[in-house]
């Protein structure tokens, strides 16, 4: 659970191969490096700062602000307080051991505290140099144009996959304006749309077998993986295949091109736990689909059943 956040359980993987996953990777060139203090309450963060010593020009991201109550069964909350975050950053920046952070977002925003307040402590915090920039998570658009009131708003992390495109949606946010989806808005104020999950969980690697998933895995509660989802969602991962075929490359790797070709501001962070699918997933960024075959992805139906 150390090395992929709610795909195992504590216990399951081992450490020494997920710190050593993690080393190879910035050997193979990878740079960025996406984690969070709620992974595995902390520990996925004490992997990362393990792996990456010596390793100056390593980009390093995490995240606050979900409270972890419980791994076992998993529990949580959502605290966006000054008192909370401010504890949250000094606890991450030990664990990864570094005295600052590349990329530092609101892994939730707290609807109980205003936005404003919210990224003014990030704030406050890069300019005191613990983070160099500021991000945030899971936002709409109305929630990230309060955010920029108070600070460069860097990146946005959201779910974005042929298999989930709320971020492509545009959103009646802000009255007698144009509505505009999180992409649009992110492409507008210079800031990165970094997707997480950009291969749907696994499902458009078209390689997952979701009957040898590890106990604790949280895609055998979700909706789309379900027996009956998944058939039904088939002709999607079947059009990447048909494309991959073509080209002569893996359909993980034309899932991933979809979502880097969609704009110049969207970034990819798909979870991996072996080297070849690093490299493979890190070979992505070299493929330009034509707009044809953009065009036949995006078309596709969007799939059944909700993400969660």
């Known amino acids: 659970m150390g090395f992929s956040w ?5 216990g399951q993987l081992d450490d020494g191969q997920s710190a050593e996953t993690i080393r190879r990777a910035y050997e193979a060139g990878v740079r960025h490096f996406d984690t969070s203090d709620m992974y595995a309450a902390g520990h996925n963060e004490k992997l990362v700062g393990r792996a990456l010593v010596g390793c100056p020009d390593a980009f390093v991201a995490s995240k606050g602000g979900i ?4 791994v076992e069964p998993l529990s949580m ?9 401010t504890d949250a950053l000094e606890q991450s920046l030990r664990r990864l051991n570094r005295d600052h952070i590349d990329l530092y977002y609101l892994h939730r925003l707290d609807s109980e505290v205003p936005v404003q307040e919210q990224v003014q402590v990030l704030a ?8 160099r920039h500021i991000g945030v998570s899971e ?5 990230l144009a309060a955010a920029a009131e108070v600070a460069q708003i860097a990146a946005v992390q959201s779910e974005l996959s042929v298999w989930t495109r709320d971020p492509l949606k545009p959103q009646e946010a802000i009255e007698d304006a144009e509505p505009l989806s ?22 458009l690697t078209g390689k997952l077998d979701t009957s040898k998933l590890m106990e604790g895995d949280f895609r055998t509660w ?9 058939e039904r969602n088939a002709q999607i991962v079947e059009a990447l295949e048909r494309i991959a075929d073509q080209r002569g490359v893996a359909t993980s790797q034309i899932a991933l091109a979809w979502v880097l070709g969609l704009s110049q501001s969207t970034a990819v962070i798909p979870g991996s736990r072996s080297l070849d699918h690093i490299e ?29």
């Open 6 to 10: 709610g795909y195992s359980r504590p």
């Open 67 to 70: 409270v972890v109550d419980s």
């Open 77 to 85: 909350h959502v605290d966006g307080t000054r008192a909370h975050l």
């Open 124 to 131: 406050e915090a890069q300019q005191a140099g613990k983070i």
């Open 139 to 143: 936002a709409t658009v109305e929630q």
């Open 182 to 203: 999180v992409l649009d808005w992110c492409e507008e104020h210079g800031a990165t749309l970094v997707a997480f999950s950009p291969l749907g969980r696994g499902y």
């Open 222 to 230: 979700m909706p789309r993986f379900t027996p009956d989802a998944q």
């Open 280 to 308: 493979s997933n890190r070979d992505a960024g070299t493929i330009r689909l034509t707009s044809e075959e953009m065009e036949v992805i995006t078309s596709l139906p969007e799939p059944v059943e909700s993400r969660y």
